[in-house]
Every structure is written in structure tokens, then in C-alpha cells.
């Protein structure tokens, strides 16, 4: 009977376990992309701010919209993270 | 050789028991309690503060001014166009409430931000959306949906592959993503600064001579987390903006 | 035996799924509830208190700094206008003084060259009618001294030759001999 128990705790260990790992690995995939993403929205923004620093105001704003629309998806991994792990 | 560092399970960080009203289904707890108190200092800086404006400006009438002049040149003008200054009082508002919600989380003694409860991001995102979906069908009719699910200049064979898309994009992700970002950022921000509070009060028992790098990486984090809140703020009333252009004018 | 093993272990680990606390990230109904009604109130009292004053203060400020501005304008455009009147009027009079002395001097001139000519004039006249006199008094002077002449001639004759002579001859020899005199000397 005691090993029974021992199995039983040992399988939600385990599955607690895997949901863990499941959880970190979707975070972490998740936030690749959107890394580059951000990274290519910024320096393109930069860029053109440097060419034309007179549109500067509006490349800005323009620069936030993309940010905000690519971080979306690493958010999305992040609560996932979370959805995933309970 | 240490004692185990111990972080507390997340949901211990953002739920809050009630203090008034328990267990009633509508009790109010710390979240509740932060948004009425940022409410009433909105109410009380700008209703107060504008109150008797003057022709050469002081103290908190500028700061009312800027904030003004910073949605209605910033966000209403510079996004939806120059006719549509009546927007900015919603946008303006909606900018207010999220920034001081937002700001609760580096506000020392609290430092918890409401805004990382999803029950605040999701109620804001579900009301811009009514919002929106209102605006589209009464400046365009129908055409608001079909603009977008079909649009012009594609390929008759693409739209099987585009209208869904579209679809999923207008219906779901719009709101989904618009409620999930703020909430995501302002979670993040809370538990990073939860987690670097924890290990510098470690460290202080358990090794005091590495206490100062969790310390000053806190201090720099906060800093970093009143660039967020600002930014988020902005950002959320930003692509509410976006969203009425583009129920106003969807051809752009 | 394995069957009712692995059966006891998901049961429990279900168990343990349950025992745990909710998601941190679902909404609670209590939490919109409150928002939004703490939302609609902001938005109300700020959409019909606080924007509407704060626009007016701005728009305040705008009108008057453009009211300003254009008042300044149309001060310097008129001050620009008052100058340029005056320094034309300037001009002008400094033209009309430099006409006034031109005239005058050249009147003044004309004047002179007039006093000149007629006091030219004036010493020709006295000149010609001096020597106009002057002859006429010679005439006069020689036709006395002619007649004296002859009447002194005839009285010379007379006392010379009186009873040689008729009167009548006598006179008829002087006559003559005067005629020829005056003749050569005309």
C-alpha cells in the first residue's frame, strides 16, 4: 500500500513536473520571434529617424504601433506560460 | 550550506482577499481598492485642478495642459486626424486611468499593479472593442466587415486564405491581444520586481556581501518599470486610436 | 495489479490538480464589476468637468496669442507705412528747399543782370543826351556867331566903306562873301 502511494504522489510530481518544462520550453519559443522582431522594428526605426530626424515624431509612433503589434505574440507565449503550467 | 530560496507560488503575488463585502461575489479586495483610490486622485488633480483655469498658466494647470495637449496632439490628431477631437476625452481618460493603475506597481508600501489582474485589461479591451465595432457599422454600415474580409486588390482565389484570417484577426486577436498586452507586461514587471525584492532580502541574511547587485538591479528594474507603465499606457490608448481610424476611414 | 496502481496515481494526481489554487491570470467577475463602474465614472465626470474646461484654457490661450500677434502685425505694418511716409516727405521737402534756393538764386541773378542793363542804359541815355546838348549848344553858339558875325561884318563895312557903297549892294557883297565862308567851313 505504501508503494502505491509513493507511485501516486510520483505521478503528480511527475506531471507537475512536465507541465513545468512544456511551459518554459513554449515561453521560450515564444519569444524568439517576436525578439527578432522587435530587434528589426527598432534598428529599421533608428535608421530612418537618423536619415530624416525632421520625421522623427511620427517614425516614433510608428515604431510603438510595430513594437506593440510583435511583442503580442511573445505576450501571448507568457500567458501561456502561465495557462500551461497550472 | 543556505537555507533553500523559496519563491512563493505566483498566485500568492496578484490575488487579494476581500475586505469588504467577503465572499459575496462582488467583494472588494486590493485590486478594487487601488482602482477606486487612483480614480478619486483623477477625480481630484483634474476635476480640482481645472476647476479655475487661467490665461497664463501654473503649477497643476500645466500639467493638466500637457497631459491634454498630449493626447489631442499625440494620439487623437496625430492617429484618427484632426477632426476628431471629440475622441479625446475617452482616450484621455482612458489614458489617466490605465497610467495610474499602472504606476501602483512602483508606488513603495503598494507595489501592485492593478493593471496585472486580467479582469481590468479585458474589461478596457472588450469596452474599446463594443466601441469600435459600434463606430464601423455607424460610419460605414456593412461594408465595415466586408472591407475587411474582403479586401480590394486581392486575388478572388487568396480570400479563401485571407477572409479567415481576417476574421480570426477582427474578432479575436484584436481584443485578445490589446487586453493581453498590457496585462502581460504589468505581470511580468510585478513579478521580476517581486522576485528581485526577494533575493535581496536573501542575500542579506544568507551572503551580504552580493546584496548590493540584486539591490541596485531592483532600484534599476523600478526605474525601468515607470518607463513600462508610462509606455503601456501609451501604447494601449495608441492602438485604441488606431482601432476608431480605422472603423472611421477603413480604406487606410 | 499495475491498472488499479496507475488508476490510484492519476486519481491523485487529479486530487493534487485540484487542491491547487485558480490561475492567476483568470478575470474575476468582482474585479470588472468594480473597474468598470470606477472607469465610467472617471470617464463621465472628466468628459463633462475637467477636458472640456482644459480645451477652452488652451483654446483661450491660442486665440489670444494669434489676436496678439496679428495686432502687432498690423501695428508694424502701420508704423512701417507712417515711415516710409515721412521719410518720403522728408525727401520731398528737402527737394522743395533745395527748388526754393535754386529760384531764388536764380532771381537774384536775373535782378542783378536787369540792374546792370539798366544802369548800362541809363549811362548810355545821359551820355547821348549829353552830347546832344552839347551839340546844339555848338549850333547855337555858331549860328550866333554867324549872325554877329555878319551883323558885326556889316557894321565894319558900314563904318569902312559908308559912302562908297549903297546899302543895298553892300549887303549883297557881305551875303555873299558869308555864304562862301560858311560854304567851305560846312
Do not use: C
Not at chain 2, 487623437?76 to 486611468?97: C, E, K, M
Not at chain 3, 489676436?67 to 508694424?76: C, I, M, N, T, Y
Amino acid at each position: 500500500m505504501h508503494d502505491v502511494l509513493v507511485a501516486a504522489q510520483q505521478a503528480g510530481e511527475l506531471k507537475a513536473g512536465l507541465q513545468s518544462i512544456g511551459a518554459g520550453i513554449a515561453y521560450g519559443a515564444a519569444a524568439i520571434g517576436p525578439g527578432i522582431g522587435i530587434g528589426i522594428v527598432v534598428g529599421n526605426a533608428i535608421t530612418a529617424m537618423a536619415r530624416q530626424p525632421e520625421m522623427a515624431g511620427q517614425v516614433r509612433t510608428t515604431m510603438f504601433l510595430g513594437i506593440a503589434f510583435t511583442e503580442a505574440l511573445a505576450l501571448f507565449g507568457f500567458v501561456l506560460f502561465f495557462l500551461a503550467k497550472s | 550550506m543556505f537555507a533553500a530560496f523559496t519563491f512563493p507560488p505566483i498566485d500568492e503575488l496578484f490575488r487579494w482577499k476581500d475586505i469588504a463585502f467577503n465572499d459575496s461575489g462582488y467583494g472588494i479586495n486590493k485590486t478594487s481598492l487601488l482602482v477606486f483610490i487612483s480614480s478619486a486622485l483623477i477625480l481630484l488633480i483634474f476635476i480640482g485642478g481645472s476647476r479655475k483655469m487661467k490665461l497664463i498658466p501654473s503649477g497643476v494647470q500645466n500639467v493638466l495642459e500637457l497631459t491634454y495637449d498630449f493626447v489631442d496632439r499625440g494620439i487623437t490628431r496625430d492617429v484618427i486626424g484632426n477632426d476628431a477631437t471629440r475622441y479625446t476625452p475617452f482616450l484621455g481618460s482612458l489614458f489617466l486611468f490605465i497610467l495610474f493603475l499602472n504606476f501602483w506597481e512602483i508606488i513603495p508600501g503598494i507595489q501592485f499593479p492593478p493593471t496585472s489582474r486580467f479582469a481590468i485589461p479585458l474589461f478596457l479591451s472588450l469596452m474599446v472593442y463594443v466601441l469600435y465595432w459600434f463606430l464601423g457599422f455607424k460610419h460605414n454600415g456593412i461594408k465595415y466587415l466586408t472591407g475587411h474580409l474582403f479586401p480590394a486588390g486581392v486575388p478572388k482565389a487568396l480570400y479563401l486564405l485571407v477572409t479567415p484570417i481576417e476574421l480570426v484577426q477582427i474578432l479575436v486577436v484584436r481584443p485578445f491581444s490589446l487586453a493581453v498586452r498590457l496585462l502581460a507586461n504589468m505581470m511580468a514587471g510585478h513579478i521580476l520586481l517581486t522576485a528581485l525584492a526577494l533575493l535581496t532580502s536573501y542575500t542579506l541574511t544568507n551572503a551580504p556581501i552580493i546584496t548590493i547587485g540584486p539591490f541596485l538591479l531592483n532600484i534599476g528594474v523600478t526605474g525601468f518599470e515607470l518607463l513600462v507603465g508610462f509606455l503601456q499606457a501609451y501604447i494601449f490608448t495608441l492602438l485604441t486610436a488606431v482601432y476608431i481610424a480605422d472603423s472611421l476611414h477603413p480604406e487606410h | 495489479m499495475l491498472a488499479s496502481v496507475l488508476a490510484v496515481a492519476v486519481k491523485a494526481a487529479e486530487a493534487a490538480g485540484e487542491v491547487k489554487a485558480k490561475n492567476p491570470i483568470v478575470p474575476e467577475s468582482k474585479e470588472i464589476l468594480w473597474a468598470s463602474i470606477a472607469f465610467f465614472i472617471v470617464f463621465g465626470l472628466l468628459a463633462w468637468k475637467a477636458w472640456p474646461a482644459i480645451k477652452k484654457s488652451l483654446q483661450d490661450r491660442e486665440d489670444k496669442i494669434r489676436g496678439d500677434l496679428e495686432h502687432a502685425e498690423s501695428v508694424r505694418t502701420q508704423a512701417d507705412k507712417e515711415l516710409a511716409d515721412y521719410q518720403r516727405q522728408l525727401a520731398d521737402s528737402r527737394n522743395e528747399g533745395g527748388r526754393i534756393i535754386e529760384e531764388a538764386r536764380q532771381s537774384a541773378d536775373q535782378v542783378r543782370k536787369d540792374l546792370i542793363a539798366r544802369a548800362e542804359a541809363d549811362a548810355a541815355e545821359i551820355r547821348a543826351r549829353a552830347q546832344e546838348d552839347a551839340k546844339l549848344a555848338t549850333e547855337r553858339a555858331m549860328a550866333d556867331v554867324q549872325s554877329r558875325v555878319s551883323d558885326l561884318s556889316i557894321e565894319l563895312a558900314e563904318r569902312i566903306v559908308r559912302h562908297n557903297l549903297d546899302k543895298a549892294t553892300q549887303i549883297q557883297l557881305i551875303e555873299n562873301y558869308i555864304n562862301e565862308v560858311g560854304g567851305t567851313r560846312r
